[in-house]
């Protein structure tokens, strides 16, 4: 199994410019989620997703969309980027709706806005 | 901000030593979790302690956690080289929003062999 898989892994866009990142998981997890982490702050929750058809905002939401295509996939755009939004970002999954259990990771997608 | 804090920020310690990080959260929770990530990689969760819980072991590492103080510690027994990562506890159920797992900002540990 490939757990949770992101792409792209890296991604150059300038300013203004629009692009989204994918994320796949094959574990048949209900939540999914998208963080961002940043040197010093840790990871900031952007948007997430309880089950498929629902979506929520998280902690930093400001300049994103999110879709939850199906249960397999949720996509994060940025439809005007901005060198505050040069981060990595990491998509993830749990089985349960709520936040009881763990989270399982991408290995990350690093994006720099010029 | 609603991120716990993570200390020591960064930690060096000899391979054998104990290695202790403490976090602390903002509001209530119903669990606490410790993640480690390796330089470059994703996270990869250690351990979960529910919020009637005091005490949990796994392994090397043994979990507190202090819902009267709203903070928690790790504990990594006879560390090892490999045991180099950042370690970051996250708070679930935060602040009664049950779908919600807020992170605290990290422990650089550096394990000198």
């Known amino acids: 199994n490939a757990g949770v898989t992101q792409t792209p892994k890296f991604q150059v866009l300038k300013t203004g410019q629009s692009m989204t990142l994918q994320c796949a998981q094959d574990?048949?997890?209900?939540?999914m989620y998208w963080y961002r982490q940043d040197p010093g702050m840790g990871l900031r929750l952007i948007y997430y997703s309880a089950s498929e058809g629902t979506t929520d905002k998280g902690e930093v939401p400001n300049g994103y969309n999110v879709s939850r295509l199906n249960k397999r996939e949720f996509s994060l755009r940025l439809e005007s980027a901005a060198p505050s939004q040069t981060s990595v970002y990491f998509c993830?999954?749990?089985?349960?709706?709520?936040?009881?259990?763990?989270?399982?990771f991408g290995e990350g997608s690093r994006l720099t806005v010029l | 901000s609603q991120q716990g804090e993570e200390d020591p920020q960064a930690l060096s310690i000899q391979e054998g030593e104990n290695a202790t990080m403490n976090c602390s959260y903002k509001?209530?929770?119903?669990?606490l979790q410790w993640y480690r990530q390796n330089s470059g990689r994703g996270l990869v969760h250690l351990i979960l302690?529910?919020?009637?819980?005091r005490e949990k072991h796994s392994g090397r590492l043994r979990v507190t956690l202090d819902t009267s103080k709203k903070s928690s510690s790790l504990l990594i027994t006879a560390s090892r080289a490999a045991d180099t990562a950042s370690y970051f506890c996250?708070?679930?159920?935060?602040?009664?929003?049950?779908?919600?797992?807020?992170f605290g900002t990290g422990t650089l540990l550096a394990v000198q062999p």
């Open positions: 302690i529910r919020s009637n819980e």
């Open positions: 509001t209530s929770i119903n669990n």
């Open positions: 574990m048949n997890h209900n939540s």
């Open positions: 993830a999954s749990s089985l349960l709706a709520t936040a009881t259990g763990e989270l399982f």
């Open positions: 996250a708070g679930g159920g935060y602040g009664g929003a049950t779908n919600k797992l807020i």
